[in-house]
């Protein structure tokens, strides 16, 4: 067998004292050792009883479906502690939703006892007072967005307007509203209340009218 320089030689070989390559096989010893303990399980795992291998599968399924279990019950926890928070938030929001609206409300309150309070009040300083508590409160109610509806003289509308009666007029058109009992008002172009008013209708012909 020839000599070859120790250059010369494989990762997996090494020169005797002849300088004849030796092969390393330790890296496979230790492979085949391990697929020999594979082997062994699964023929230790083959000679198990069929009872022993239904009983080690009935383990794992309970211990899965223990842990969806415990996820399925820290869902629900969650899930009950959330709507817990958000109905404590929904009533205080309903307990205190119009707290600015009050504010707004009690400053006007403020006004009418001072008018009323007043030491010999004559019907021009009366007036004058109630006068500019009706311009503090229409300003009060322009800031919230709530808008009159224009009833006189416009025609009646089902849907912002309550009829509380007709009345027979020559001078205006049928319905035709003559008349403004209470004001009706809007915010944001939903109704807050209708105008209750009054509306015209065609005047009866008499008995001459018909034979004519």
Do not use: W
């Amino acid at each position: 067998m020839g000599k070859k320089n120790i250059s010369d030689q494989g990762p997996d070989s090494f020169g005797n004292a002849n300088g004849e390559d030796i092969v390393d096989i330790s890296g496979d010893a230790a492979s085949l050792d391990a697929r020999n303990e594979t082997l062994e399980d699964d023929v230790e795992e083959s000679q198990k009883d069929p009872l022993e291998l239904l009983q080690d599968e009935l383990k794992k399924k309970e211990d899965e479906i223990a842990k969806q279990k415990h996820d399925f019950l820290l869902y629900k926890a969650e899930t009950e502690n959330f709507k817990k928070r958000l109905r404590k938030e929904k009533e205080e929001f309903s307990q205190y939703a119009n707290e600015k609206l009050l504010k707004e409300l009690i400053l006007i309150n403020d006004n009418l006892e001072r008018a009323f309070s007043a030491v010999n009040p004559t019907v021009e300083s009366m007036k004058e007072g109630v006068d500019m508590i009706l311009k503090q409160f229409h300003s009060f109610l322009e800031k919230e967005k709530v808008e009159l509806i224009e009833s006189l003289g416009k025609k009646f509308d089902p849907s912002i307007h309550e009829v509380l009666c007709q009345v027979e007029s020559e001078e205006h058109e049928e319905n035709t509203i003559t008349e403004e009992f209470s004001k009706g008002y809007q915010l944001n172009g939903r109704i807050l209340r209708p105008a209750k008013v009054v509306i015209s209708k065609a005047p009866t012909k008499t008995d001459s009218e018909n034979a004519d």
